[in-house]
Structures are given as structure tokens and as C-alpha cells.
């Protein structure tokens, strides 16, 4: 009975100990938050940096502030995020698919592995500019920016994720005459869950550049025409605006991939 | 009539530096009800032979008949279990085990309801909703067996299913495959390199060679050890007989294996 209470109480402190562990580390967390911040604020105020190139927190606040007020924010911020999250959910589903593809072909995957290969080596956004003759200076143009520089490498990673599924898995399948429809279903694609998913929190990042590269290009409205707009006019205040809200969006979109994440992944 | 007929097989398998032959001229014939063990060693094709009768593999020569019916037609009627378990880490125990239904398009409540009193049967009570890695090795393997019986095969195929499973565990699961079998009535066939298992367990010995896979003997398993459980056979004092005989044909193959 002793010994019971005993293990109950070391329990306890074992949780204890977690929990005190975590809060030093949120705690840590929070002040390099704070120390970046302050050391930016004052190094502007007492000029060890040029505020003209640098600007402050309380400059990026106001002027964040200020164009939270007359709605222009909220409308580049939008649009912006509007084609990032097409972009982002177009290249994966098409990588996904491709690689699909690829799996149900193995004939068509051997001839196309070498235009894999030189696609997935071609800077991307270097087609920056054939897209946006073709698709004209527009919403579609971006979002195909956003969507075209993650899609080769997604099919390319997904596609090797599909062939090292374990063959035993496969077996089991065939055994009960399953069908390549079936295998793929129940075997196949569940096994590479995982897989999908990181390539999916790669996607995040990489449909960003394409969207922002895109805008700098396009040039008329979000948050990467705001970068090159800034730049034009040496208003930095604006380029780090523009940084910092990026920044945000694309650490909530991270967020959710790891939601779906849980919520697809149910063995973890 | 043969309930499986195994005629005249030979498979090589080909790359694009050799062709190697597995089988070479093997025939057998197993009666329905019958439990046979395929004892050898290491690459002597068993378990291409398995592939075979299970459909899976086309031979290159030979033709494998159940009930005079070509076996690439008869997936549903035969059952397949792996040296691991297999079960697929993703599905639920309960998802698991309707797998082979839920393939065949046969799934219904009513099977639904045989299986899980069939895992119940195994001592599997209240797992249904948690995932494989929840349980340990031979609940695991248990769940298996109820995932190959779940469809019903008239056939069922045993491809080293305990090697992967501590001694102890592997006793008891002999003695639970052997009795589920003999009460369902099933026709088994086990592959194998452990002697004792094969002999505690089956009827009908068969012992293949190596380079290409032959069938080098046919042990007829006395009727006084086919009639006790395998673990009890284990005991009897004409299960050491049996053993000698096959070990002493097995080491004369296994000299020119170089062991």
C-alpha cells in the first residue's frame, strides 16, 4: 500500500517536472521574442542602425495600424493569402496526383523520368514571366506561380514514398484479390500519409516564393507588390510590414498542415 | 477427386544477368481437410511454391488446380498468412480484420458480427478500436489469422506465421491455429524450417532440397501425434522418432548446402 502512494507521489513529480520544464521553455521563447524586438527598437531610436533602411517596431506598428484603418491591409493581406493557398493546395494535389499517376504506369513513369529530372532541377520561378504572358498579369498567373514550384518535387517525393510502401502490404492485398484500384486505396496511399504531409509543410514555404515572386513581377496589388513597391520609394517601414504579416500567415498555415496532421494521422 | 493438385510445376526466375530456377518438376496432390507442412532449407522455393498455389505468381511450366479449378481464379477461396502480421498500422483491429471482406465487396453486418465473435474466439476481447502497435507480437499474429479466416478460404496457406514469435508464445499459438483449423475444418498448408513444428502439426511432411527446389521426401506424421494437440505431440514418445528420421534426411541435403 506504502509503496503505491510512493509511486503515485514520484508520478506526480515526474508531471511536475515536465510541466516546469515546459514553462521554461515557453518562458525562453518569449523572451527572445521580446529581447529581438527591443534591441530593434532601440538600436533605430539611437541610430546604430540606419532607421531609414531598418525602421523600428514602433514605426511598423503605427504604420500597420494605420493601413489596418483605411482597409488596404486587409485587402492586399487577402490577396495574397488568397493565391498562396490556391497555389499551395493546387501543387500539392496535383504533385499528389501525378504521382499516382506515375504509380499506375510504371511504363509511363520510366519514360518521363528524365523530364522529371529536368523540371524538378529548373529554377521555377524563372518561368515567372512566360506564365504571366500567357496567363495574363492576373490572380490566375500567381496562383499558377504559386502552384507550378511545388509540384515536380511533390510527385517526385510522393511517387518514391508510393514505391517503398512495404510489398508485404501489398501482398496481403493481392491475397484477397484486391484489385490496383483497391491496393492503392487501402494500402498504397494511407502508408504514405506521412510522407504527404511533410512534403505538404515543404509546400507551405515554397508556394509562398512563388506567390511573392510572382507579385513582385505582376506588380499591382498584395503583399509582394508592397515589398517592391517599399523598395521603390525607400519606404522600409512598409517592406518589413509586409515581412512580418508574411511571416505570421505563413507560420498559421504551418499550424493547420499540423492539425490535418493529427487529424489524418491516427496511429500516432 | 484431389482437393488441390499441384502438377508438374517448374518456375525460374529471370534478371538480366541469370535465370535462376526455384522449382524444378514438383507435384502433390492435397486431400480436402488435410494439414501439410512444406520443411526445407533456406531457398528451396518454398515459399515461390506458396506464391503459386495462391495465385499470386504465375509458374513458368505446371498447373495448380483446387477442386479442378485453375487457382488464378480462385483468390477468394484461399487464404494467405504472412511471417509477420501485417496488419496495416493505419486501420483499427476491427478495420483490419473485415479487410479481406470489405475487398471482396461481401461485407455485411452479419459477417461483421461472425468475425469479431471469431476474434473474441481467439481472446481478443475489446481491441476492436485500438491500432496494431497496441498490442504485442501474437495478439498481433492472432489478429491475423482472424483476418485470413474472415473471408472464409477453403484453402489456407501458412508462410513461416510463428517464426517472428518468442518460443512460448509460439507453443500456444501452434496448439490455437491447430485446434481453429481442425474445428473449422480447413485445409492448410504450412511452410517451415523448424522440424518439430512441422511434425506437431501436420499430417503429411513434405521435405524439399535445394538449387533448384525439389521434393526430396514425404513424411506420413504417425496417426497417435496428428491426433494430439501440437504441443502434446511434442511430448509423445513417437514424436522423437519421426524427429530423427527427418533430421537425419535433412542433414544429408544440408552437406551439400555447406552449411
Request: charged content about 20%; aromatic content about 10%; glycine content about 6%.
Amino acid at each position: 500500500m506504502e509503496q503505491k502512494t510512493n509511486t503515485k507521489i514520484l508520478h506526480n513529480q515526474y508531471i511536475q517536472s515536465l510541466k516546469k520544464e515546459k514553462r521554461w521553455i515557453r518562458f525562453y521563447q518569449i523572451v527572445i521574442f521580446i529581447v529581438f524586438f527591443a534591441i530593434w527598437e532601440i538600436a533605430s531610436q539611437l541610430q546604430w542602425i540606419d532607421p531609414l533602411i531598418f525602421s523600428s517596431p514602433s514605426k511598423v506598428w503605427a504604420l500597420f495600424l494605420d493601413k489596418m484603418a483605411d482597409g488596404s491591409l486587409l485587402a492586399d493581406l487577402s490577396y495574397t493569402l488568397g493565391e498562396t493557398v490556391l497555389g499551395f493546395i493546387l501543387g500539392t494535389l496535383l504533385g499528389t496526383l501525378l504521382a499516382a499517376v506515375l504509380w499506375w504506369s510504371p511504363m509511363l513513369s520510366k519514360i518521363l523520368d528524365p523530364y522529371l529530372v529536368i523540371l524538378n532541377s529548373m529554377p521555377k520561378v524563372a518561368l515567372g514571366p512566360i506564365l504571366i504572358v500567357a496567363l495574363g498579369p492576373s490572380f490566375t498567373s500567381i496562383v499558377a506561380m504559386g502552384a507550378i514550384i511545388s509540384i515536380i518535387i511533390t510527385t517526385i517525393v510522393v511517387y518514391t514514398a508510393f514505391r517503398e510502401v512495404d510489398p508485404n502490404y501489398v501482398k496481403v492485398m493481392q491475397t484477397f484479390g484486391g484489385t490496383r484500384k483497391q491496393i492503392f486505396k487501402e494500402a498504397i496511399l494511407p502508408s504514405s500519409f506521412p510522407v504527404i504531409i511533410s512534403t505538404l509543410k515543404v509546400n507551405v514555404g515554397l508556394s509562398w516564393v512563388g506567390v511573392i515572386v510572382g507579385e513582385f513581377l505582376v506588380a499591382s496589388k498584395g503583399l509582394g507588390y508592397m515589398i517592391i513597391y517599399g523598395f521603390q520609394v525607400f519606404n522600409f517601414t512598409l517592406v518589413m510590414l509586409a515581412l512580418l504579416v508574411i511571416a505570421v500567415l505563413a507560420t498559421v498555415m504551418y499550424q493547420l498542415v499540423e492539425l490535418l496532421e493529427k487529424k489524418l494521422i491516427r496511429n500516432n | 477427386m484431389d482437393f488441390l493438385k499441384i502438377d508438374r510445376i517448374h518456375h525460374t526466375y529471370f534478371t538480366k544477368t541469370s535465370a535462376v530456377t526455384a522449382l524444378s518438376d514438383v507435384s502433390l496432390t492435397v486431400e480436402e481437410g488435410e494439414f501439410v507442412s512444406f520443411l526445407g532449407p533456406s531457398g528451396c522455393g518454398k515459399t515461390t511454391l506458396l506464391s503459386i498455389i495462391a495465385g499470386l505468381l504465375s509458374p513458368t511450366e505446371g498447373d495448380v488446380t483446387l477442386k479442378n479449378q485453375p487457382v488464378q481464379s480462385l483468390q477468394h477461396d484461399i487464404g494467405y498468412m504472412l511471417q509477420q502480421d501485417y496488419l496495416f498500422p493505419w486501420k483499427t483491429i476491427e478495420e483490419n480484420i473485415l479487410l479481406g471482406l470489405k475487398v471482396a465487396g461481401r461485407l455485411n453486418e452479419e459477417n461483421r458480427e461472425t468475425t469479431i465473435r471469431l476474434l473474441e474466439e481467439m481472446g481478443l476481447v475489446g481491441v476492436e478500436s485500438q491500432f496494431p502497435k497496441q498490442l504485442s507480437g501474437g495478439m498481433r499474429q492472432r489478429a491475423a489469422l482472424v483476418r485470413t479466416l474472415a473471408t472464409e478460404p477453403k484453402l489456407l496457406m501458412l508462410d513461416e506465421p510463428f517464426s517472428a514469435l518468442d518460443y512460448q508464445t509460439k507453443l500456444k499459438l501452434e496448439d490455437l491455429v491447430s485446434n481453429t483449423l481442425k474445428s473449422f475444418k480447413k485445409t492448410a498448408i504450412l511452410v517451415t524450417h523448424d522440424i518439430g513444428e512441422a511434425i506437431a502439426m501436420s499430417d503429411r511432411v513434405f521435405l524439399f532440397s535445394a538449387g533448384p527446389g525439389q521434393i526430396h521426401k514425404t513424411f506420413i506424421i504417425p496417426k497417435e501425434l496428428r491426433d494430439s494437440t501440437p504441443f502434446d505431440a511434442r511430448n509423445h514418445p513417437a514424436y522423437s522418432d519421426i524427429f530423427q528420421t527427418i533430421w537425419k534426411e535433412l542433414e544429408s541435403l544440408g552437406t551439400k548446402d555447406e552449411y
